[in-house]
């Protein structure tokens, strides 16, 4: 029977993408590992594979469409001997167990892309049993379940492999029929939290007199939007302060820069910044955890976020292990990730987990700020420049220091102030005595 390719969630997080660009046509023959096309999600432009081997019977979803949700209908794959007429569209996705009939890892039931076959309705979403385990049906099995209020648990499919197809629901009757719970309200995390009770036509029609270029959200900006408002919406935090005198790790790093030249190395200030922060977290490893929930996990090795600057957003690629790494080691590596993440090239778990975030503008010329924690992280270190300013020494006199200013943002339900400043203190003296990050 043919097989459906639904799009997959090519990230935990990744509820719509967009289908950027097909690399196969209708009545090409494809093998198992070949490329298939190019989606792109709100962090990434990725290369889907097939998972089975067949022809490319039906693309339903054309390149280009954007928004397209996870687990939907793009194409259809015939298996040898089928006919593009016998695409009914109607078979079922795989279990977790890797179940054939798939041509994708996901596992739920597909819903009804807007470019699919036309249809009355949508195909409700595929429902459970009540022991959790999916119930297999037709697309057009659901929807006339969903029409009639017919309960799909109490029905017994005679499609393959047990599916329930239409006829077992005609057959039912109303007469057996229970009605299905209704689902329950569901907030997409592509979709940005709305930040005041007045819609965007209202404030348009504010600026209507006024020359303007309405600029649409991408899947990025959505991510950033409802990430960051659901920051500082659900997350208490507090913030602690630094001056932090880094002549001596100026020079120490012009000492090293020399002596790895020969090898093409050249160690920045933030290669330090990581490896202070990523010892900091193993000095004071209670402070190194994440937020759950309903619960703290406490990290053990250093797995450090670093944000990097792209068009039209940012990345947070994570080295980890952070602790454990030479200097060199984390120059090469964080200029890879940086290089692939400013052409949408990290792989999801480049990206995602990490304890603790470094975010640094004072290559810009910000002496300090206060960021926002990227949830579940416990804390986020903002970064300014080191600005040549007068500062007292211990024997009282005056005299000029560079000193770079950082702010701790802190998650208070994950550390509390004694905790945060006890970390705070372990970055300073790890940078302003550089050489011990080398013991």
């Known amino acids: 029977m043919p097989i459906e390719i639904l799009m997959p969630a090519?990230?935990?997080?990744?509820?719509?993408?967009?289908?950027?660009?097909?690399?196969?046509?209708?009545?090409?023959?494809?093998?198992?590992?070949?490329?298939?096309?190019?989606?792109?999600t709100d962090k990434a432009t990725m290369e889907f594979e097939a998972v089975d081997e067949g022809t490319?019977?039906?693309?339903?979803?054309?390149?280009?469409?954007?928004?397209?949700?996870?687990?939907?209908?793009?194409?259809?794959?015939?298996?040898?001997?089928?006919?593009?007429?016998?695409?009914?569209?109607?078979?079922?996705?795989?279990?977790?167990?890797?179940?054939?009939?798939?041509?994708?890892a996901v596992t739920a039931e597909p819903a009804t892309h807007p470019n699919a076959e036309p249809s009355t309705a949508p195909a409700p979403?595929?429902?459970?049993?009540?022991?959790?385990?999916?119930?297999?049906?037709?697309?057009?099995?659901?929807?006339?379940?969903?029409?009639?209020?017919?309960?799909?648990?109490?029905?017994?499919?005679?499609?393959?492999?047990?599916?329930?197809?239409?006829?077992?629901?005609?057959?039912?009757?109303?007469?057996?029929?229970?009605?299905?719970?209704?689902?329950?309200?569901?907030?997409?995390?592509?979709?940005?939290?709305?930040?005041?009770?007045?819609?965007?036509?209202?404030?348009?029609?504010i600026y209507a007199d006024r020359e303007f270029t309405e600029i649409p959200l991408d899947g990025?900006?959505?991510?950033?939007?409802?990430?960051?408002?659901?920051a500082k919406q659900t997350i208490p935090h507090f913030y602690l302060r630094r001056d932090i005198k880094i002549d001596n790790l100026l020079s120490f790093r012009g000492q090293l820069n020399k002596q790895l030249e020969a090898r093409g190395v050249k160690l920045s200030v933030n290669d330090f910044i990581i490896k202070a922060c990523a010892l900091a977290l193993q000095t004071v490893p209670a402070a190194n955890a994440v937020w759950a929930g309903d619960r703290v996990l406490q990290l053990t090795?250093?797995?450090?976020?670093?944000?990097?600057?792209?068009?039209?957003?940012?990345?947070?690629?994570?080295?980890?292990?952070?602790?454990?790494?030479?200097?060199?080691?984390?120059?090469?590596?964080m200029k890879d990730l940086a290089t692939r993440a400013r052409s949408k090239k990290l792989a999801p778990h480049e990206y995602q987990g990490g304890s603790f975030a470094i975010s640094n503008l004072g290559m810009f010329g910000i002496d300090n700020f206060d960021a926002v924690i990227n949830p579940p992280h416990g804390a986020i270190l903002a970064v300014g420049a080191g600005v040549k300013k007068p500062v007292i020494d211990e024997e009282g006199q005056v005299s000029v220091a560079?000193?770079?200013?950082?702010?701790?943002?802190?998650?208070?339900?994950?550390?509390?102030?004694?905790?945060?400043?006890?970390?705070?203190?372990?970055?300073?003296?790890?940078?302003?005595?550089?050489?011990g990050m080398l013991a």
């Open 10 to 40: 090519l990230s935990p997080t990744m509820e719509e993408g967009t289908l950027a660009k097909w690399l196969v046509k209708e009545g090409e023959t494809v093998s198992s590992g070949d490329i298939i096309a190019e989606i792109e």
């Open 56 to 104: 490319i019977g039906k693309i339903v979803v054309p390149e280009g469409s954007e928004g397209v949700k996870v687990n939907t209908l793009i194409a259809v794959l015939l298996e040898d001997g089928e006919e593009a007429s016998d695409a009914v569209l109607s078979s079922a996705p795989a279990d977790d167990a890797g179940d054939k009939a798939a041509a994708t």
């Open 125 to 205: 979403a595929a429902p459970a049993a009540s022991d959790g385990s999916r119930i297999f049906a037709s697309p057009l099995a659901r929807r006339i379940a969903a029409d009639k209020g017919l309960d799909l648990s109490a029905l017994k499919g005679s499609g393959p492999h047990g599916r329930i197809v239409k006829a077992d629901v005609l057959a039912a009757g109303d007469a057996s029929a229970k009605p299905a719970p209704a689902a329950g309200p569901t907030v997409s995390a592509a979709t940005p939290a709305a930040a005041s009770s007045v819609s965007a036509d209202a404030i348009a029609k």
């Open 220 to 230: 990025m900006r959505k991510t950033i939007a409802a990430r960051l408002t659901e």
């Open 301 to 333: 090795p250093s797995d450090v976020a670093v944000a990097v600057a792209i068009e039209g957003g940012l990345f947070t690629p994570v080295l980890k292990d952070a602790d454990q790494k030479s200097l060199s080691s984390l120059s090469a590596e």
């Open 402 to 435: 560079t000193v770079m200013s950082v702010t701790l943002s802190v998650d208070h339900r994950v550390i509390d102030g004694a905790l945060g400043a006890e970390l705070l203190k372990a970055i300073v003296d790890n940078l302003e005595n550089p050489m």
